[in-house]
């Protein structure tokens, strides 16, 4: 099919800025960037002088030649938000939805020569004043506008309103018989052949033309073909595939790429998809079970939220692919740039690769973004990362009683389900974000329903029934926000957890955090520091140092349902649990290591729980602008914080944990694999840096489950234990302290054994509880631990591999 592509240079005017060069895709704010009209809007509190753009009117438009005129679409991939769209003159079209593409006939609208294209666009925050508000979390007019809800302002964004054709535009040409869609199912996997059923929707049928479908293996070949007359608007073939290369999330098998190719005439359409199969296993807890009894214990426990969960029976939350146990890992995906025209395939490698890295198989694409361009989901598909995706509505009353709201939704969800419904990785639908947190199936009508049953399930039900869909997240159970029943959010609870560190005492914070339980957790929450590199890309050595911490807590965005400033919570725990800060330099390390340990402590309780809990979702993976003090694992930058590091670890097939019970210290060993495992274990009792007792035994895991055994020794108060497993895929280390955790520098205690600009070996004649490599790359290990007297040796890389050049090298130990 014949393209005019009308992306790359346009000009764009204002009543205040005038007429500057523009480029496509974009959007007013970067545009301005780039012409200097602004400045750089992440760079300390820049971003507040530039409050008014989101108040104005802006015109983008270009001209450009066309060799044909007959048979002729324009394309908007994407237009944020409200604007008319003018052809030579004359108005073509409008558009108010940016999740959705744009197409207009311009047959017989166009010339051979200088044809001029303009967009108008009308302010998105003065479309809606004076429209009636309905209640939302953060700001209340984002609710009757689609477009990409964080950046009205989130607890992690800060406010950025734009406008712009921020994806790419073009003329097609094409009056022949092509493929409109394709859908692409596993129906089944045996011992013969996996049988993939292949439903294809044409637009011109019309015109009739032989079609010719092949099935093209991960290295090429053709392993089914089929080939038919068609002058009708739909077709669907089945293929038998011998022999076939099943499609695995990270950790679990491999990731093969198969493509259908249709031909028609001289045009082809290729759709990438993988063979698997995928299901969520929701088996009724047994009266009496280990699951029942944990689950009706967790019901008693009272929050204050006010927050209840009042299911009789209790079920389990278990994702299942090709017949394999998956225990699902990983983190909310937020749009990576506060503009989405700013996403780039690099930085989608760059993050999708620290991903992989860190050991995620699950991002949640959250409600309050955009649907990701193809290009996301591909990596995904490559990196064995599943999806699951939110429609786009997020903390807060939808106006779905008006019917034109309903059809908006209806037009997105056929946007969506083709975008998404082929790719392997894809998991499931959620109706939206926390909109009907406290509803339930059996309620007539509650938050959210009429938007998910009405606008978006009917053509989910029709043209994507392989995907299970779940009106909102968190979905399940009485309410939707059960903890033993279907996804829970643990975000609910931040409120109660920031409570817990302003106490008298937090000496039982490990035990504290470790109630909040549940089926499937599909938002847990965590926080912390970036680096400091990181840190002086946005502000100066000054603020860092700066006691009122002013530049901090701008880009620290707050929340106004909690009841103090969000960067007062998120620092509290630090500040409480390792005993204070001395310094900038402390104060920074214990920012950051605070992250570490809170993911540490609730990812060690995933793994001592496995099988009862089964899905752990961090808030958030990536961030989306320069955010100091963030909820992500992986900074703007697409520098991993500390936390990456713990959750690596944690994510490993075989995981070590310790834990009092009845003052007894226990070893809990978790394999998340589906294959038993023999396990190697060596504790040890250290006092003041020094080992005094250790003992060694081995344990056998059964395939996706946890073994313990009590270690023979007790701790003093100053006492901590060390523990470390050997199976044949690695070693884990983990460690156990009665009460807070005050940590000091012990930087001159640690000797560089040998070091260059990719690799590091460092030693200690003490016990040193974390070692901090900061560079802006990845390290094969990060705040590890060394007993006295040990080597480590670690690797540094780029995210694209290459050496990092130059680090600093920290040391924390307990005491």
Request: charged content about 25%; some cysteine.
């Amino acid at each position: 099919m014949k393209k005019i592509l009308l992306s790359g240079e346009w000009t764009l005017t204002n009543e205040k800025i005038g007429t500057i060069t523009a480029t496509v895709p974009g959007c007013v704010h970067t545009d301005l960037m780039a012409n200097g009209t602004i400045k750089d809007l992440y760079w300390r509190d820049n971003n507040k002088q530039y409050e008014w753009i989101e108040n104005e009117n802006f015109s983008y438009s270009r001209t450009f030649d066309a060799v044909e005129t007959d048979n002729a679409t324009l394309v908007f991939e994407g237009l944020d938000t409200y604007c008319d769209i003018y052809l030579n003159g004359e108005k073509i079209g409008e558009a108010d939805d940016m999740f959705i593409e744009h197409r207009f006939s311009v047959s017989g609208k166009l010339k051979e020569k200088n044809n001029t294209l303009r967009v108008d666009f009308r302010s998105a925050v003065k479309e809606v004043e004076g429209l009636p508000q309905n209640v939302a979390a953060f700001t209340k007019e984002r609710l009757r506008t689609r477009r990409i809800q964080c950046t009205y302002g989130w607890d992690w964004v800060d406010r950025f309103v734009t406008a712009g054709i921020y994806r790419p535009v073009y003329i097609e040409y094409g009056n022949d018989l092509s493929v409109k869609s394709t859908y692409i199912v596993t129906e089944n996997i045996d011992d013969y052949s996996a049988q993939i059923c292949v439903d294809l929707e044409f637009a011109n049928y019309e015109n009739p033309a032989q079609v010719e479908v092949a099935v093209l293996s991960p290295n090429g070949e053709k392993v089914a073909a089929t080939q038919f007359y068609c002058n009708e608007p739909r077709a669907v073939r089945r293929f038998d595939i011998e022999e076939p290369m099943l499609w695995y999330p990270l950790g679990y098998g491999e990731q093969p790429i198969y493509t259908l190719l249709v031909k028609i005439g001289e045009n082809e359409h290729r759709e990438n998809f993988g063979i698997r199969t995928i299901k969520i296993l929701q088996l009724p807890d047994k009266k009496g079970s280990e699951y029942y009894l944990k689950a009706k214990s967790l019901q008693k426990k009272e929050f204050e939220t006010s927050m209840v969960d009042e299911n009789e029976e209790t079920r389990g939350f278990q994702v299942i692919v090709n017949g394999k146990r998956i225990v699902c890992m990983g983190g909310n995906w937020v749009p990576c740039e506060p503009f989405p025209s700013a996403e780039t395939p690099e930085k989608f490698d760059k993050l999708i690769a620290l991903a992989k890295e860190m050991g995620v198989n699950m991002l949640r694409v959250w409600g309050g973004g955009i649907f990701e361009n193809e290009y996301f989901y591909e990596c995904c598909d490559k990196a064995g990362i599943l999806v699951t995706q939110d429609f786009l509505m997020a903390c807060g009353a939808y106006p779905e009683k008006e019917e034109w709201f309903i059809e908006k939704l209806k037009l997105e969800s056929e946007y969506a389900l083709k975008l998404l419904r082929n790719h392997p990785c894809f998991a499931w639908w959620s109706g939206d974000n926390e909109n009907a947190t406290r509803g339930n199936d059996e309620q007539e009508d509650y938050r959210g329903r009429r938007a998910a049953l009405k606008g978006l399930s009917p053509a989910i039900f029709e043209k994507d029934y392989s995907h299970p869909f779940l009106p909102s997240s968190p979905y399940g159970g009485f309410p939707y926000a059960s903890w033993t029943v279907g996804t829970t959010h643990n975000t609910n609870f931040v409120g109660e957890m920031f409570d817990y560190f302003y106490g008298e005492k937090c000496d039982d914070y490990k035990e504290f955090l470790a109630q909040f339980t549940a089926r499937f957790i599909a938002e847990e929450p965590t926080f912390g520091a970036i680096s400091r590199r990181s840190l002086l890309k946005f502000m100066t050595e000054d603020d860092i140092k700066d006691e009122t911490e002013e530049m901090y807590r701008h880009h620290t965005k707050g929340n106004d349902g909690l009841k103090r400033p969000l960067f007062d919570d998120v620092t509290a725990f630090p500040k409480k649990i390792f005993g204070g800060v001395k310094d900038a330099k402390d104060k920074l390390f214990k920012y950051k290591y605070g992250q570490y340990e809170w993911v540490r402590i609730v990812f060690e309780n995933l793994r001592r729980n496995l099988g009862y809990c089964n899905g752990l979702v961090f808030w958030m993976f990536d961030d989306c602008w320069p955010a100091a003090l963030g909820w992500s694992f992986v900074d703007y930058y697409c520098v991993p914080k500390a936390a990456f590091y713990a959750f690596k670890r944690c994510a490993a097939d075989c995981v070590v944990s310790l834990s009092k019970e009845k003052r007894a210290l226990v070893a809990n060993v978790s394999n998340k694999t589906n294959t038993a495992q023999n396990v190697a274990v060596k504790a040890y009792r250290l006092c003041q840096g020094e080992v005094m007792e250790t003992t060694t035994f081995k344990i056998k895991v059964g395939a996706y489950s946890t073994s313990n055994a009590s270690l023979p020794f007790a701790l003093s108060k100053d006492e901590i234990a060390v523990c470390e497993i050997k199976t044949d895929n690695g070693i884990d280390r983990t460690f156990y302290k009665d009460g807070a955790l005050p940590l000091h520098n012990c930087t001159e205690d640690l000797r560089v054994v040998r070091r260059n600009e990719n690799k590091v070996t460092v030693t200690s004649n003490k016990y040193i509880h974390a070692v901090e490599i900061e560079c802006d790359g990845v390290c094969s290990d990060n705040y590890f631990s060394l007993l006295p007297n040990e080597e480590k040796t670690v690797t540094l890389k780029t995210v694209d591999g290459k050496p990092v050049g130059d680090y600093e090298i920290t040391a924390y130990t307990i005491g």
